[in-house]
């Protein structure tokens, strides 16, 4: 019987416990509950048609002869109904006795993927995948002018037991005043490699994945997509593009990156019984914000951006929250052998 | 309509998001699946008479005539049957390429708190609750004789799903050869505060939150229970001594601490349905272990333990898991509220 193994993460300085032995999938995946696919007359406010049950549109992407608000739209950016943050007002940051407390300022956006409910990412034609991006990136480029934010961040919760909508494939846009924990471990990272070795973290990552193979599942010219080496979670995924570039949103051509994302995951459906999953997209952070306070002037040579795939097979034990240790029975080697195979037994 | 906030905590140095209007803890609560409770003839192998059961024991309180693995117990501590990390070889402190890697060694153990199934903390009589944190501390000190581990924790999944047990009352101890990324945070922010200001972290949240008076849960002349200023979740609460105090085993005198423990589980419990919760103890690192390689010189000034408790009434969101922040939709003051009158409306 092989030892579990410690393996840190270099990119955010985590250690996960990565079991060595034979572990069976089927348990794993006993755990998920299957996405319900409507497929008849699912509709829901996301729809096409449904145009007025939403706020008003922030951004789309539409057949030359529509209307704003109206249908005829390919994707579509609105306020979230409920939102956490709010976009109008100071950030007021102040001291509280000895505490720091500022004012919940922030944008929160619904990206409406598809007019047509049930049409996942996997589904779409590329095209369709490639003006998701292209919302994606609108919206960051557009967001990242509001100086009180530092950072924008986009996320996705497939298949989550609390969304109504969860049917309908959308990402949500956040934008905050303040760097998330996780970004900013990132970037201390990658900017305490760079000073050392004179080189991009994810750079060496990439080249030395590459080399090894062990954790490939799939690539191109442009991208890659490969299991972290210290994997948090079963089948974790990250994509990321092949050469330096921090920003996503620096770039205006993505049919590599849409036929990556739309097989990635598609393999994870097919394998894995069609898993609920978490994806983030983490792009460099807002330098309009940073650099006018004095921050990320080397922001440009330290980062590089990413997409991260987390499937929810279950939630943290205690020991994991206590610690922040995770715990990972699948080693990524055998979960990129399985979703490169297609298959796991 | 109040604005939410950002609350930085000062300990983690994370920031988390605080709703400040009103939530209706009906809708909190409904999600919480109360713990099963068997009353009548409930038994498990954890339970006195079935000690063969399960591994030998490696500490028990007992009656005096009472045998080894045998009845007659109060407390009982036996290895985990099913342990992710092994007691015996080598680390093997190792690079792969460009990452790290250690062998999985660690300990993993299990404290039975009582013999009887379905009597938990807030059942027991004090001298039953001191019984136990008598046990937690002989494992802490023995466990901090092996210097291959910086770090050792103790933690309860009270309630958690995927745990046949769970009506059995019991703690998991874990002993790592690597300190945890949270609690590296901690004696990073809280070393960081010493060098400032020459005062403990702790002990001046301790002080502030005495004199505000909002977030107190309860006290007595050694103990506070309070819900943190930048509290991750709705009804988290932590229990620290008031005096400094960096190695919760360097006490031997438990009866104020078992009093303050007890009741606040058992206002947890009472006044929202029982919820599910996990219980962490942050004692100081292994100093016998950090010393022999330069480390924690100035632990004893900077650290102060403490117990934190967090309900769980649902999973993290997308984008919790992206960016770290937390969204807290009950307020750490009206918790403490709460909690002191045991009603909410």
């Not at 250690?15 to 069976?24: G, H, M, N, T």
């Not at 990136?137 to 037991?161: P, Q, S």
């Not at 909508?165 to 760097?179: Q, R």
Request: charged share 30%; aromatic share 12%.
């Amino acid at each position: 019987m092989a030892m579990n193994q410690f393996r840190r993460d270099p990119i955010t300085g985590r250690w996960s416990i990565i079991f060595q032995e034979e572990y069976k999938i089927e348990d794993l995946i006993s755990n998920t509950t299957p996405r319900r696919k409507k497929k008849s007359n699912g509709k829901c406010q996301l729809c096409g048609g449904f145009e007025a049950e939403t706020p008003s549109e922030i951004f789309a992407i539409r057949d030359d002869n529509s209307k704003k608000n109206e249908s005829g739209w390919k994707v579509r950016v609105v306020p979230d109904k409920q939102p956490f943050l709010q976009i109008y007002g100071d950030l007021d940051n102040r001291g509280v006795g000895m505490y720091d407390v500022l004012n919940g300022i922030g944008a929160h956006e619904l990206v409406i993927e598809s007019p047509k409910h049930n049409e996942q990412i996997y589904d779409m034609d590329l095209d369709q995948v490639q003006n998701v991006l292209f919302a994606y990136r609108e919206r960051f480029i557009d967001l990242k002018r509001d100086t009180r934010f530092r950072y924008v961040l986009l996320h996705k919760n497939y298949g989550d037991g609390n969304d109504q909508l969860k049917n309908h494939s959308h990402s949500h846009i956040i934008a905050t005043p303040i760097t998330p924990a996780r970004v900013k471990y990132e970037l201390m990272n990658t900017r305490e490699h760079y000073q050392y070795k004179e080189r991009c973290l994810f750079c060496d990552i990439i080249n030395q994945e590459l080399e090894d193979d062990e954790r490939i599942i799939l690539q191109n010219d442009k991208f890659v997509a490969l299991t972290p080496f210290a994997s948090r979670a079963p089948f974790e995924i990250s994509i990321l593009p092949k050469q330096h570039e921090t920003f996503f949103e620096w770039n205006n051509e993505y049919s590599q990156l849409a036929f990556i994302l739309k097989e990635v995951l598609r393999k994870l459906s097919s394998t894995l019984n069609d898993p609920n999953f978490v994806m983030v997209l983490h792009s460099g952070p807002n330098v309009a914000a940073g650099k006018q306070r004095g921050y990320w002037k080397t922001i440009e040579r330290d980062y590089h951006w990413h997409i991260d795939i987390t499937p929810q097979f279950r939630g943290f034990t205690s020991f994991e929250i206590g610690s922040g240790f995770q715990i990972n029975v699948i080693s990524p080697e055998t979960a990129a052998r399985i979703l490169r195979e297609e298959k796991y037994n």
